[in-house]
Each structure stands twice: as C-alpha cells, then as structure tokens.
C-alpha cells in the first residue's frame, strides 16, 4: 500500500510544479528564451520568471564596505594567450597577446547589432563615461563565493551611447577565448551591471578579464564574461552554439 502513496505524492509535486510554472509563465511565454522547453530547464524557468515577477524591479544586490574585500581566485581561462588553456582560439589568442603587450592601447570594444550606432570603443572611452563603483560578492557555481571592488561604466550607459532599437531582447558577449554568453535586456539595463576594467582600485588582472569584463552581479559567477572582444545586441535568443554556456550543459539563466 505505501508504494502507491508515494507515487500519487511525486505526481502531486510534480503536478504541482507545473502548475507554479503555469501560473508564472501564463502570456508571458515570448519573454523567455526559446531553450526554456525541456522539463529539466523546469528549475530555471521557474528561477528566471519567479525573479522576474516577484522581486522589485531592479533590485539593488548587497553591496559591502573595504574591509570586507576577500582574496578571489580566478578560475576558468586565465591567459586567452595561452594556447595550452582549453579554451584558447588559434583565432583570436594571437591577437590578444599583441594587445596584451601594447599595454591594451589598441584594443577596441565592438558593438553591433540592434543598434542606431554601431561603433568601437577603446578603454580610454569607456573610461571617459560616467563610472561606477561597487563592492559586491562573486558567487561561483563550484560553491565558494568572495568580495570584491569593482569599477566600470554601467553596460546601459553604453547601450544608450549606441541607441539600442526598442525591439531589442538580448545582449551578447564575446570574449577572446572560445566563450561567449548572453543576458537579456532586463539585466543588461540593471544598474549594477557594469563594464569593468578596475578590481580593487587597479586595473583589471589579466587573470581576471583584461581589460575589460562584464560583471552581472544578479547571476552566478561564470555570466560575468571576462576579456571582452565583442558586444551584439540582438532582437531574438541566439543560444551562441558551442560558444555558449547551453551545449556545454550550463543554464542560459543563472540568477541568485
């Protein structure tokens, strides 16, 4: 008799689940990625909407003071140089380390798309936009978390420069290693996500992102992509292919 029990109470869970997701994505289903169709993205259509419905529109996330700064390691590509990294590109690693050597004064910040105009921008200009300061927490999906400072122009300061069209749903990032990822425009315009090029009042570490990373401090660590190559603003979800965090088995929406 116990076994029948058990199964009616995971249908009811599970029934149950549905009906939450139900509710959070009734009319609302164009505002989601298209990957959001399996059961098993149940969790993150739930996180993603849940968010997006429940908590006040862009909601500020802690921030702390000086002596709360942490050691933070860096993990992943360290070096888009390195051809011995998993992630180099025989394409564009070259090019970064002739950057890299140039103390960056060449490098320049493509961006595209659905935008009134499209340009580049070297860290020289995006140091010129009004900047931002904050001291937030980096939390990993491996499970640690630390505190650091960071210092860049707010990515809506940016996108208002380029004139994002009102069509725009996505913003795309892509770095000079073999990665790139995405957000949509409700994190792109919140006001802590930042183009950064200083960690803890100096300029980004190479190890970090040089010179410029995204932070996205609404989402787990590995959305905040690190060495900047390219930015595209774009109407409709690109799941970015190999590039991205989807085929690799990593959730398009990490928000926390």
Request: net charge neutral.
């Amino acid at each position: 008799m116990q076994a029948p029990e058990i199964v009616t109470t995971r249908r009811a869970v599970i029934t149950g689940l549905a009906s939450v997701a139900g509710v959070l994505l009734a009319g609302c289903s164009e505002e989601l990625p298209p990957t959001y169709g399996n059961v098993l993205r149940m969790g993150d259509v739930l996180t993603y909407k849940a968010q997006r419905v429940l908590l006040p529109r862009h909601a500020l996330v802690r921030q702390y003071a000086h002596r709360d700064i942490t050691s933070i390691p860096a993990i992943g590509n360290t070096d888009p140089a390195d051809s011995h990294q998993e992630t180099f590109s025989a394409a564009r690693g070259p090019d970064y380390e002739r950057l890299r050597a140039g103390g960056f004064a060449d490098w320049r910040l493509s961006i595209e798309g659905a935008v009134a105009r499209p340009g580049t921008y070297s860290l020289l200009e995006l140091q010129r936009f009004p900047a931002r300061t904050q001291i937030t927490k980096h939390t990993c999906e491996e499970g640690w978390s630390a505190i650091a400072e960071w210092t860049g122009v707010p990515l809506r300061t940016v996108l208002a420069a380029v004139g994002t069209r009102p069509s725009a749903r996505f913003v795309n990032f892509y770095a000079f290693d073999e990665t790139a990822d995405g957000i949509d425009m409700f994190d792109a315009l919140h006001p802590q996500t930042i183009l950064a090029y200083g960690m803890n009042g100096r300029a980004v570490p190479i190890a970090h992102g040089a010179p410029v990373r995204l932070r996205v401090e609404t989402q787990l660590g590995y959305k905040s992509v690190k060495f900047l190559q390219r930015i595209v603003v774009t109407e409709k979800f690109d799941d970015l292919g190999k590039l991205g965090p989807l085929q690799g088995g990593w959730s398009w929406y990490a928000g926390i």
